[in-house]
């Protein structure tokens, strides 16, 4: 199946010059998200996860049902504001914006062997963020994952664990 015709292109979103890759269309079909979680599950069962993490917000809609699939825990990553208790937070810089993203201390227990998951790769400023205070926090990052790579952003040399995607645009 060629997930690319299941993700929605919206030009100028959230602002002019920007072109969004929309995973809604993805989710909304049964048979294409049936089978983006069959190939994740697949390269991401190879690095072993115990726990596998999310980035708010579509990063969850992406590591909840692969963590069920896999027999994993699940963890979130959050924007800042959003998590209780004690909680360490790193600022970083997005395609469009700044953005700090949190993770509470007592998430992961040191050593646990992390998968990281978001829907989309662009600067990889994000993925970077959050494998930085997965490390923080004592996890054994051993790869990222995403659906969707913006592989003209070269975010790929930010990230310094395997990195998986399914689909690549080039421009
Ligand atoms: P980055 O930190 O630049 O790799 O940006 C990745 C994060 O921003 C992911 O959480 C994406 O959901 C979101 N994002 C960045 N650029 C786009 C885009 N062109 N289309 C959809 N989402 C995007």
């Known amino acids: 199946m060629d997930l690319k015709a299941h993700i929605r292109q919206v030009p100028d979103f959230p602002k002019p010059g920007i072109q969004f890759y929309d995973v809604s269309t ?3 079909h049964a048979d294409a998200w049936q089978v983006t979680m069959g190939r994740l599950a697949n390269a991401v069962r190879a690095q072993q996860p115990d726990v596998l993490v999310g980035i708010e917000s ?3 809609l992406v590591a909840a049902p692969l963590a ?3 027999g994993c825990g699940f963890v979130m990553v959050r924007k800042r504001g959003k998590l209780p208790g004690p909680t360490i937070r790193h600022e970083y810089a997005l395609e469009y914006g700044t953005d700090t993203i949190e993770i509470q201390k007592d998430a ?3 050593g ?3 998968v990281v998951l978001d829907d989309l ?3 990889g400023g994000t993925m970077a963020a959050a494998i930085n ?3 923080g926090v004592g996890a054994e990052v051993t790869g990222a994952a995403f659906i969707i790579e913006l592989a003209f952003l070269n975010g790929r040399s930010k990230i310094d664990v395997p990195v998986t ?3 690549s645009y080039d421009e």
Do not use: E, S, Y
Request: charged share 15%; net charge positive.
């Open 121 to 123: 790769l662009a600067t």
């Open 108 to 110: 992961i227990t040191p």
């Open 26 to 28: 993805l989710l909304a």
């Open 68 to 70: 069920l699939k896999l």
């Open 112 to 114: 646990q062997r992390v």
């Open 165 to 167: 995607t399914l689909v």
């Open 133 to 135: 205070l997965l490390r």
């Open 58 to 60: 579509r990063g969850f």
